[in-house]
Nanobody, 121 residues
Framework: QVQLVESGGGLVQPGGSLRLSCAASGSIFSINGMGWYRQAPGNQRELVAIIFSGGNRNYADSVNGRFTISRDNGKNTVDLQMNSLKPEDTAVYYC???????????????WGKGTLVTVSS
């Protein structure tokens, strides 16, 4: 099993910045992707950003140019730097990973419990 723990959410004014962090722990043999999803009230969960083992990054169009995802492969952590925040960025942000516990296991998806980001004046 793999556990994900997020930190860094909170209340910020429009135009401000926040940094989210997530640490993966447990029985981890390898990880091939770590990222962030978000879910606003009444909406489906959507991809915000993801970074793969080779360093490739994907961003949602709505955050491209404002958010930056980074990863420390040695520490199994992933961060999301969020700048120029907008009220529509308000949501619960979930850390996500695809990991396996041994070389013969299949990759499985894991989720954190979420951290609330509120952008409001």
């Amino acid at each position: 099993q793999v556990q994900l723990v997020e930190s860094g959410g909170g209340l910020v004014q429009p135009g401000g910045s926040l940094r989210l962090s997530c640490a993966a722990s447990g029985s981890i043999f390898s990880i091939n992707g770590m990222g962030w999803y978000r879910q606003a009230p009444g909406n489906q969960r959507e991809l915000v950003a993801i970074i793969f083992s080779g360093g490739n990054r994907n961003y949602a169009d709505s955050v491209n140019g404002r958010f930056t995802i980074s990863r420390d492969n040695g520490k199994n952590t992933v961060d999301l730097q969020m700048n120029s925040l907008k009220p529509e960025d308000t949501a619960v942000y979930y850390c996500y990973t695809r990991a396996r516990s041994s070389w013969y296991d299949q990759y499985k998806e894991y989720w954190g419990k979420g951290t609330l980001v509120t952008v409001s004046s």
